[in-house]
């Protein structure tokens, strides 16, 4: 049986939408169009496209591609779940005119992830059980009201920086959520910097919650310096933390193989901030790509792709 999989991509590849010194100046219309030539079939949003359901869905045609999802910057830490339903309308309304089936929730109360003098060890976090059980309530609040209303998942996005970052915080996260009602995006990138060297184990642990993936390597010797030397986040991207599949250390073969036999059905989608002008977005696009599709291909038993 073919595994019901698409691999798409971010335009962070090609611009960066938290330091738009990084490839502020390249079109949307060039992401599109080489994304497409690569072989991508859809893509996760950006600032740079339109912010309109008809406009994307528009927009996305001209190069035959999908809506993959796009990030949604939740508050839900520190704010009431009506805030939320308020803020997300017309976000949430675009996604679903575009045939979106999932969310990415970043959690941007106390964030530190945009603020780039920043180090990461000032994050936000819970410190008790009540904390985490407050806000596993309101996450199933404000998912229930996501799937009711526009028939999308809420794919809470862990993520450096913010209160859920490590594998403990992952743990912690899932513990207080119901499974009908929150989804873990996975992202491979982001876990191993939060403290998974064994990325494959925190995967399973967790794999039947997964509903959205983003796939992203990371240079284990850049990342060690960021520890050490006490580096925002953005200090990070900008050296080089994260990369595409194929060009670090985690191991995709692995990755890829346990979400098949967990029968996840979704996106694989290439997410792999870095300085286009030290790795060419087209290169690297490309190279991310390739890794991914070897890997689906082999699992379907073809060859080649």
């Known amino acids: ?60 045609a001209e190069f035959g591609l999908a809506c ?25 309304a675009k996604l679903q005119f575009n045939g979106a089936k999932v969310v ?43 799937q009711a209303t ?14 859920v970052e490590s594998p403990q915080d992952i743990d912690a996260l899932m513990a207080a959520t119901d499974p009908r009602r929150v989804g873990l995006l996975f992202d491979t990138g982001h876990a191993w910097y939060g403290g998974a060297t064994d990325v494959v184990a925190l995967l399973r642990r967790h794999v039947a919650r997964v509903v959205h993936v983003h796939c992203k390597d990371v ?37 890829l193989s346990t979400l098949h036999g967990a029968g996840y059905e979704g996106w694989l989608v290439v997410e792999a901030e870095q300085d286009p002008a030290v790795a060419p977005s087209y290169r690297y696009a490309n190279m991310g790509y390739q890794c991914l599709r070897a890997i689906v291909d082999g699992l379907n038993g073809r060859a080649g792709g």
């Open 68 to 92: 993959v999802s796009g990030w949604y910057s939740g508050f839900l830490a520190e704010d009431t779940v009506e805030a939320e339903i308020a803020r997300c309308s017309e976000h949430l």
């Open 219 to 255: 240079r284990p010797q850049v990342i060690a310096q960021a520890r050490n030397d006490g580096w925002s986040f953005l200090t990070g991207v900008l050296n080089g933390t994260f990369t595409v599949p194929g060009d670090g250390i985690i191991d995709y073969q692995a990755v």
């Open 1 to 60: 049986m073919t595994w019901n999989v698409r691999i798409g991509i971010n335009p962070i590849s090609w611009m960066n939408d938290d330091l738009p010194s990084l490839g502020g100046d390249t079109p949307l219309e060039t992401a599109l169009s080489e994304g497409r030539q690569i072989g991508y079939v859809g893509f996760e949003l950006g600032n740079k496209f339109p912010k309109d359901g008809p406009g994307l869905q528009a927009k996305l």
């Open 150 to 163: 526009y028939g999308i998942t809420l794919a809470y996005h862990h993520h450096m920086g913010a209160y």
């Open 104 to 146: 990415v929730y970043g959690e941007c109360a106390g964030t530190i992830q945009g603020q780039i003098d920043t180090p990461l060890a000032r994050r936000p976090r819970f410190t008790d059980a009540a904390q985490w059980a407050a806000y596993g309530e309101r996450l199933n609040a404000f998912g229930a009201h996501l």
